[in-house]
Nanobody, 128 residues
Framework: VQLQASGGGLVQTGDSLRLSCVAS????????LGWFRQAPGKEREFVAA????????VIADSAKGRFTISKEYLKSTFYLQMNSLKPEDTAVYFC??????????????????????WGQGTQVTVSS
């Protein structure tokens, strides 16, 4: 299994970015998919997740109304669309996947330790 994240960069406050994560060795239709981020000196934190069948998403409070998570099954790729970026969004962003879970667990358990597979991370820097 391999996850390859891309799409990061240096942008200004208010700009948008779309991160991509290409999955190989697993089906994005059979796994819960997530995005996390880690700023310097801070712990890795949850950003967004989409469950295996695409019927449920969870977005962190800090990202609600600005970020969306989606996937394209045929491309084996999932995305994090980030709008209205702020300097506090600056971090390394990681994509992750884990075998599907029941809905109640998916909605309540978004700890990094709950995800089995990880991408290498892509840097997002938002200047003020």
């Amino acid at each position: 299994v391999q996850l390859q994240a891309s799409g990061g960069g240096l942008v200004q406050t208010g700009d948008s970015l779309r991160l991509s994560c290409v999955a190989s060795g697993l089906s994005v239709g059979a796994y819960d998919l997530g995005w996390f981020r880690q700023a310097p000196g801070k712990e890795r934190e949850f950003v967004a997740a989409r469950n295996y069948n695409g019927q449920s998403t969870v977005i962190a409070d800090s990202a609600k109304g600005r970020f969306t998570i989606s996937k394209e099954y045929l491309k084996s790729t999932f995305y994090l669309q980030m709008n209205s970026l702020k300097p506090e969004d600056t971090a390394v962003y990681f994509c992750a996947a884990t075998p599907r879970r029941i809905s109640s667990v998916f909605k309540s358990d978004n700890l990094p330790t709950s995800y089995k597979y990880w991408g290498q991370g892509t840097q997002v820097t938002v200047s003020s």
